[in-house]
């Protein structure tokens, strides 16, 4: 069935040819019976009633043809960047490492079908084991790199979600150090697990998607608690609190 698609352009080609053909030949006596036409004529005039639509066909099929074939070398392009992105994120050097953030959060924003779901899962991987090279930045602040991640997680799109929904996947961010970090409010944690995190001085005032029992188990230094401040458990719609085995009322 793929191959009769591939080809139908040019077997349609051939078979109005065909037609063109009969049609000419079975009807000449019709063709030439009247009329102040030559003969000559009435010949070029049947070649090239039969000649315009196959011309027609022929360019059609020569245009799907090209499309195909770029998008095709698009797609190799991009599937080439990913791979070379995927290569680098353990590059000792921060600036490298952000670079090749970028390349795989613009990728899986431009083409979500494509490289949403693959992204996400190598991102949220590098979130749980970053590279030990890199130091944190003086004053014990949060990584970039993985600030930089964690907020693309809350800035999922409709579209994001929806295939996350249907492939019933999960954001498994469980025991990473997520220390220091911070989401601007509105930020959508939804099918992000955040069990075991550390999650001290982390600032997730007013986000949305998080249950209490998804933070169950996070550890905080106790002179470094996580602010949840307006951030309400999706599922009761009670604030959530920490620590979080506090009694919930």
Aim: proline share 6%; net charge neutral.
């Amino acid at each position: 069935m793929r191959s009769l698609r591939k080809w139908w352009a040019p077997l349609s080609a051939v078979l109005v040819s065909i037609a063109g053909i009969c049609l000419a030949y079975y009807g000449w006596d019709w063709l030439t019976e009247s009329g102040s036409e030559t003969h000559s004529a009435t010949v070029r005039n049947v070649v090239l009633g039969i000649a315009a639509p196959v011309t027609l066909l022929l360019a059609i099929w020569r245009s799907l043809v090209a499309e195909r074939q770029a998008d095709t070398a698009q797609r190799s392009l991009h599937d080439e960047m990913y791979r070379a992105a995927a290569g680098m994120l353990d590059h000792r050097q921060l600036f490298v490492r952000l670079g090749a953030i970028d390349t795989l959060l613009r990728l899986a924003r431009t083409y979500p079908a494509d490289f949403h779901l693959r992204g996400v899962r190598l991102l949220a991987a590098f979130v749980r084991h970053p590279p030990t090279q890199e130091e944190k930045a003086p004053g014990d602040r949060v990584r970039e790199d993985v600030q930089t991640i964690l907020v693309f997680f809350g800035a999922r799109s409709t579209e994001a979600h929806e295939l996350e929904d249907k492939a019933d996947f999960i954001i498994d961010l469980q025991g990473s150090d997520l220390s220091h970090i911070w989401l601007p409010r509105g930020a959508n944690l939804k099918r992000i697990r955040l069990a075991r995190c550390n999650l001290s001085d982390a600032v997730l005032n007013g986000v949305t998607g998080l249950t209490q029992n998804r933070i169950q188990g996070s550890t905080a230094a106790p002179t470094q608690p996580p602010s949840f401040r307006d951030a309400i458990d999706c599922e009761t719609g009670l604030p959530l609190i920490w620590p979080p085995d506090s009694p919930t009322g």
